[in-house]
């Protein structure tokens, strides 16, 4: 993170446009680390086709083998990260109210418990950006900000997630909102 330059760490990165044909192509990520020796973020609408059950070789809880698996990132897509919600984290820290852990242990446990208010989200990858990496992006325009919520990080319709947030984000994205995919379909 460059001088002067504010730390991005609980805001979300939107695929402004110029991303088409990257990774990154109409992704909403969560920035949960902005410093000096750079970011780390998770892509908050990449679900894969699989669950945690079918991904993780450990004794799981029922609930948490049930749930669906997100592909954080590109980078290390063997390594695990989940974000946890619930009324009460003394100890968050993304967001309040709002965890990130990356221990298969800690993970178990949040999956045992039976809060009613408990959100989890595991993730298969993360992304990172080295330092002054993402700043650089930042100036070149390659990404939209907006404020991360626990509400847009567990929105139920992750697929439109990008487009949801575009909208929300006034009359001036609805257009890039409403491209599609392909050029070439228009």
Known sequence: MKKGMPSLKGQLL?????????FFHRTVVLVCQHDADGAFGLVLNRATPNTVGEALVADLPDTLKACSLYLGGPVQPGAMSYLHSDLYLPEA????????????????????????????????GYA?????QLDDEMKRDAWLTFPASLEWVFHAESQQLWQHILVRMGPQYRLLAQMPENLSWN
């Open 14 to 22: 939107l695929d402004g446009g110029k991303l088409h044909g990257s």
């Open 93 to 124: 820290n993304v967001l309040p109210g709002l965890n990130l852990g990356h221990s298969l242990e800690d993970l178990v446990e949040i999956g045992g418990s039976f809060s009613p208010t408990q959100k989890l989200k595991v993730f298969a």
């Open 128 to 132: 990172g950006w080295s330092p002054g």
